[in-house]
């Protein structure tokens, strides 16, 4: 089938890529150029493990543009993939859907369905069926389909190629046997529901999923206070089916593109029916203090931060890309630095990306460091915020290259026996702290203490 993606980001360079890999003819729309011009070149503009490999693979059957009348031109279905990004409100920013969804009527000239793959409110879909009857040049048929996506960044070729299932919210057969067609190859049980279930299945997904990290999380602290291990509980818990294993790994907290603005829309969903979902409530909650627990715990070492050389290893959200949005680095750091840290910052590929985002003009400054080595020396103090294999390596012996060897792991990367018993204080999320400093160091943290007080 000829199939038209509007927007190559995660989620549109990823289905491109998979729908051209199980044989279908596909263009890609982006309304940013440099982004068409790189993949155009056969550079992959976003990190994400496999894609390069698939784009290169099936390149004979992709095309790039950014003009919405040559890439509409043979569409049998058009699919939008732009971002919903979060409003100040909590509510999701639906201009980019709606904009997309007025080029395709502008532009196009013979009936196609067109899906919504983007994560939007419950009711947009019909919206957009709106916006597609009031905006249409041509006397032609347009089916709008409801097709949300289930991918995780790090894992998105695999979660699409084997995804646990494909949900598709239509209004009629004639789009039910299109959905069928397109998806046929990947062999995927096919929840097919009306237009609104289809759109409450993503939000009910992500929301439940982000629940499940704030409720371990929240289990992680009271095992903290209670003595008790999470790594423990959550396996114990999660032989059970009913429970699961998956999304039971207390840390600091959920990010990325999705769960934190899917959360804060639900909830706004729920306020403007004049509900309130408190259970999702909680969650967001949860997840906006288990970013600072980190800082706490560094607080039990340093009253102050200023001057303090802290090694940061790990800036984007979670291991596997490059993708910073709403990653607990961008909450922590600032506040380092405005207590005027010096940061050693080290990630294997967000580093670009977060120079950007710096504020110079706070107390602290900020360096980033090539390797994980140069980020530890000299440091006295060192936060894991992304569980990167590479940081998963590093050994006790690493780690007592530093100045002061204190290590607060917001991703619980190591085994408690493999840091105990060393010189290196290391201490993690919802387990005991473990390993204690050398009686010099030991010494001179009490003398630091003594004279901030
Ligand atoms: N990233 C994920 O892991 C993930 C997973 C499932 C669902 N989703 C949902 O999928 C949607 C897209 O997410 P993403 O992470 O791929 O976004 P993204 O920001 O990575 O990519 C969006 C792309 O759309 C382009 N764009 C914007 N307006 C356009 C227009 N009018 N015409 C053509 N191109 C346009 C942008 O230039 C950008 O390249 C969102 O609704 C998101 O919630 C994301």
């Excluded at 000829?2 to 051209?20: D, E, K, P, Q």
């Excluded at 990290?213 to 291990?229: F, Q």
């Excluded at 630095?337 to 580093?351: Q, V």
Aim: include cysteine; charge should be negative.
């Amino acid at each position: 089938m000829n199939v038209t993606i509007i927007g190559t980001g995660y989620v549109g360079l990823v289905s491109a890529a998979v729908l051209a890999e199980i044989g279908h003819d596909v263009v890609c729309i982006d309304v940013n150029e440099e982004k068409i011009q790189r993949l155009r070149n056969g550079e992959c503009p976003i990190f994400e493990k496999g894609l390069p490999e698939l784009l290169e693979k099936n390149k004979h059957r992709m095309r790039f543009l950014s003009d919405y009348q040559q890439g509409c031109q043979d569409a049998a279905i058009i699919m939008i993939a732009v971002g919903t990004p979060e409003k100040k409100d909590g509510s999701a920013n639906l201009s980019y859907v709606f904009g997309a969804a007025k080029e395709v009527c502008y532009n196009l000239d013979h009936d196609a369905i067109l899906i919504v793959k983007s994560t939007v409110p419950i009711g947009t879909n019909d919206e957009v069926e709106r916006i597609v009857q009031e905006n249409l040049t041509k006397e032609i048929h347009v089916e709008v389909v409801s097709n949300p996506e289930f991918l995780s960044q790090g894992t998105a070729v695999s979660d699409m190629m084997q995804g646990y299932r494909i949900v598709a919210g239509c209004e009629s057969d004639y789009a039910r046997e299109k959905i069928k067609a397109l998806y046929e190859p990947l062999k995927q049980p096919l929840v097919l529901t009306d237009r609104r279930s289809a759109e409450m299945i993503k939000y009910a997904s992500n929301d439940f999923l982000a629940l499940k990290i704030s409720y371990i999380n929240e289990i992680a602290n009271l095992c903290e206070c209670l003595g008790a291990n999470v790594e423990d509980v959550a396996t114990g818990m999660g032989f059970d089916p009913r429970i699961g294993d998956k999304f039971l790994r207390a840390g600091i907290g959920y990010g990325g593109s999705c769960f934190p603005k899917d959360t804060k829309a639900l909830h706004w969903m729920a306020i403007q029916n004049d509900y309130e979902i408190k259970t999702v409530k909680a969650a967001i909650t949860v997840n906006e203090n288990q970013k600072f627990r980190l800082l706490q715990k560094a607080k039990n070492y340093y009253d102050s931060f200023e001057g303090i050389e802290i090694a940061v290893l790990g800036l984007a959200f979670k291991p596997g890309t490059d993708d910073l949005r709403e990653a607990p680095s961008l909450a922590i750091i600032p506040a380092l630095l405005e207590d005027g840290a010096k940061i050693r910052a080290w990630d294997p590929c967000a580093e670009d990306a977060f120079r950007g985002q710096v504020d110079n003009s706070a107390k602290g400054e900020i360096r980033f460091c090539g390797s994980l080595r140069e980020s530890l020396r000299e440091a006295d103090l060192c936060l894991i915020l992304t569980e990167w294999d590479q940081v998963k390596a590093l050994t006790p012996a690493d780690f007592k290259e530093m100045r002061r060897p204190i290590i607060i792991d917001g991703r619980n990367c190591f085994c408690l026996e493999d840091m105990e018993n060393e010189a290196i204080v290391y201490a993690s999320i919802g387990r005991k702290t473990v390993g204690s400093l050398s009686q010099n160091l030991n010494i001179y943290m009490m003398e630091r203490k003594d004279g901030e007080s």
